[in-house]
Antibody, heavy 121, light 109 residues
Framework: QVQLQESGPGLVKPSETLSLTCAVS?????????WGWIRQPPGKGLEWIGS???????FYNPSLKSRVNIFVDTSKNQLSLKLTSVTAADTAMYYC??????????????WGKGTTVTVSS | EIVLTQSPGTLSLSPGERATLSCRAS???????LAWYQQKPGQAPRLLIY???SRATGIPDRFSGSGSGTDFTLTISRLEPEDFAVYYC??????????FGQGTKLEIK
């Protein structure tokens, strides 16, 4: 059974860099699929941040692209998210998800439980 | 970017009733690459439907999806107490970003 577990600091200061990891168990990232990050501000809806293929190819939400980097570490079977120059607007629950193929497109079939990040001084 | 608008914002029904949730896209969703997710308080979203009408593994058959182009529907045939939650639609068929609807809250009447 595939499981994803997000981790990282719960509190980040404004203008600093948010760094999160997502540990994957029950499936090898290098075997395929895309892997994504999604966030949800308190009391609000879902926002896709970006996705990465096991090969390393990435694509990002244009609204965040200048501040986001997603990468995989196949030796640790995990993916990571870095978001620079954070503000209070980046306060959210952050989820990682596996993206399964539907022909050449990918939907989120397995989600981690999420990790809360608060941006505050 | 495709914008998804869900309606109603809140739906109040009783267990046993039928629920119909709508998701309308600002432009046609390629090949019905549309998914539905259920989210309960304090939990991560759970995949219900992909490809507009295919149920995910383990999802009860009271959940069904339909539609194409710009209009999609999630139907829950007979509501169970555990079905009261927030539901999101998402399109994944166009160039990024993958967009989500704003959600429909299904509450007990």
């Amino acid at each position: 059974q595939v499981q994803l577990q997000e981790s990282g600091p719960g509190l980040v200061k404004p203008s600093e860099t948010l760094s999160l990891t997502c540990a994957v168990s029950g499936y090898s990232i290098s075997s395929g699929y895309y892997w994504g990050w999604i966030r949800q501000p308190p009391g609000k809806g879902l926002e896709w941040i970006g996705s990465i293929h096991h090969s390393g190819s990435t694509f990002y939400n244009p609204s965040l692209k200048s501040r986001v980097n997603i990468f995989v570490d196949t030796s640790k079977n995990q993916l990571s998210l870095k978001l620079t120059s954070v503000t209070a607007a980046d306060t959210a629950m952050y989820y990682c998800a596996r993206q399964a193929p539907d022909h050449d497109y990918y939907y989120m079939d397995v989600w981690g439980k999420g990790t809360t990040v608060t941006v505050s001084s | 970017e495709i914008v998804l608008t869900q309606s109603p914002g809140t739906l109040s029904l009783s267990p046993g009733e039928r629920a119909t949730l709508s998701c309308r896209a600002s432009q046609s969703v390629s090949s019905s690459f549309l998914a539905w997710y259920q989210q309960k308080p304090g939990q991560a979203p759970r995949l219900l439907i992909y490809g507009a009408s295919s149920r995910a593994t383990g999802i009860p058959d009271r959940f069904s999806g339909s539609g194409s182009g710009t209009d999609f529907t999630l139907t829950i045939s007979r509501l169970e107490p555990e079905d009261f939650a927030v539901y999101y639609c998402q399109q994944y068929g166009s160039s990024p970003p993958y967009s989500f609807g704003q959600g429909t809250k299904l509450e007990i009447k």
